[in-house]
């Protein structure tokens, strides 16, 4: 690990830290269970199709804010130490996509989607785990530091009338009218 990545490892460290005790003064203990998760369509029935996921942490309403790490002073310790990277600083709150589908990546809603949530649903409780916390950075800091993504979309074709002509196309997917 390079110096700078370092320094955002140990600041990173100490904001999830933080955010964990306070999660645990407030709640004692995370909810894990069964929820609704739009990302994920499976089809339940002829016409329902609902997203479930099997284990996921239930979010109170505070960690739901989107400046809920912002409001801890140990973020601006994290914003700093991204700022100085050279390859992490410009992809932090920056809009991400396609010219005609930019969305918000903010910094705090990924800490929480790809550090605390992943640390919690290991750990199964509000305790700060060093090997869970490194598992979930180094995905997270590769991630962020990668030079190409790839974006994937699915979407249900509920009530969907294609105006082409029958096309078959390779394995089950096919479209026509």
Known sequence: MDTSTGMIHAAVAALIGAALD????AEGAPRIQRVLDNRLWWRHGQESFVGLNPRAWVMSDTVTHYKWLDSMPQMLAVRRAIAAHPVLGPR???LLGTSWNRQSRQLGRMLVEHIITP?????GSYDFDEAAFDAAFEQFASGLGTPEIHMVEFLPLNGFTCTEEFTSCPAAWCYGR
């Open 119 to 123: 640390m919690i649903l290991r750990t």
């Open 22 to 25: 306070s999660l645990r003064d």
């Open 92 to 94: 932090v709150d920056a």
